[in-house]
């Protein structure tokens, strides 16, 4: 087994000690690396992209070759693998992002899915894993990912994005029986999924649940929050003799952060809109946080950028369990040397709050 030879962002997810605040970028590999558009361009398409282990090793590889203060690699991949292996028919519109051929709507077209095999139905993704896993050598973790429940479902139902959620909030209010068979079965598919990361070679997981913050407080509880316990509980939390830290990520859920909590993660992913020190008094010792600055910050001059770095820290204050990160994805038009900028700020003012 290879040595991890910086596992700072392990140690910040269990509130280990660490040397300096650990920093990573969700969408670190995408559209905002010219090094990117050109493999893309190579492979043809996204989902090419994404199901060869060579082409998803190389652009997961790209940030940290740019950007060698990087302290975690992401699997190169994309939250619609499952409803795509479940036989929704995933593609692609340029400018419109992601379509299902087939939409879910009724009872019927649910009973009917299948709960994908991670080896056989996704076997490009567990390829993917170990290949970057062996590429990286021990120089940085390698963060396995999926979608949560309820955010695969939104999808599955519109049948895309949608800035209402019309049809799917429709199901969850006039059959939530249909809802819940749904959701439960996407909990046993990312449970397995994850699971099926974790034995190819990922060393945390994270769980994006993008539009839980959409929902009702009562609807969040019991159509997201509930999924995401069932979840947790079913993973492999030990491997390769140290612990598999998992982060909940949900967009939008400052308002609920104690309960996420309680839900038995290592760490909570926070947007921007939450305050990380108020977030931190709220819940305890009980989690790690990562995040949280907003990621148009990168747009601004890096003066600018430094200086809001240093009032996150400043803001989270003395201590670990604290990973550094944007509120959400880096946006495609940032320029690369301001990324560059925000990661090694992290590094540079992060040792005082460490001694």
């Not at 819940?180 to 079965?185: A, I, R, T, W």
């Not at 449970?191 to 993008?210: C, E, H, K, P």
């Not at 931190?280 to 148009?296: C, E, F, I, W």
């Not at 990661?343 to 040792?351: L, N, Q, R, T």
Request: aromatic residues 10%; charged residues 20%.
């Amino acid at each position: 087994m290879t040595v991890l030879k910086n596992d700072r962002f392990l140690r910040a997810l269990l509130k280990q000690p660490v040397d300096v605040t650990p920093v990573w970028m969700m969408r670190q590999a995408g559209r905002y690396l010219p090094e990117y558009r050109a493999s893309r361009a190579k492979a043809g398409d996204f989902m090419s992209l994404c199901k060869n282990a060579e082409f998803a090793c190389e652009v997961t590889m790209q940030p940290l070759d740019r950007f060698p203060q990087l302290d975690a690699a992401i699997l190169f991949s994309d939250i619609l693998t499952i409803p795509d292996a479940m036989g929704q028919g995933l593609y692609f519109e340029t400018g419109e992002g992601p379509r299902f051929k087939k939409v879910v709507s009724t009872l019927a077209d649910i009973e009917a899915l299948p709960i994908p095999d991670p080896q056989k139905d996704l076997g490009y993704v567990m390829n993917a894993v170990s290949t970057i896993r062996k590429e990286l050598n021990g120089r940085v973790p390698l963060i396995g990912f999926s979608g949560s429940p309820w955010t695969l479902a939104t999808y599955m139902v519109e049948g895309g994005s949608s800035k209402d959620f019309r049809k799917t909030k429709a199901m969850l209010y006039d059959t939530p029986q249909a809802m819940h068979l749904l959701l439960d079965k996407l909990a046993q598919s990312v449970t397995s999924y994850l699971n099926g990361q974790i034995l190819a070679g990922a060393q945390a997981v994270q769980i994006f649940d993008t539009w839980g913050g959409n929902l009702s407080s009562a609807a969040y509880q019991e159509f997201s929050l509930a999924y995401m316990r069932k979840i947790v509980s079913g993973l492999i939390r030990e491997h390769e003799g140290r612990k598999v830290p998992v982060i909940l990520f949900t967009k939008n859920g400052g308002l609920w952060l104690e309960s996420i909590a309680d839900v038995g993660a290592d760490a909570l992913g926070l947007d921007w809109t939450c305050d990380l020190g108020e977030a931190r008094k709220r819940v305890g010792s009980k989690v790690a946080l990562q995040g949280n600055m907003d990621p148009t910050v990168l747009y601004a001059n890096p003066e600018a950028i430094r200086t809001e770095v240093k009032r996150i820290l400043a803001s989270y204050g003395n201590g670990s369990g604290h990973v550094f990160n944007l509120g959400h994805g880096i946006t495609p038009e940032v320029k690369p040397e301001h990324a560059g900028a925000f990661i090694s700020a992290v590094h540079e003012f992060s040792g005082q709050y460490h001694q």
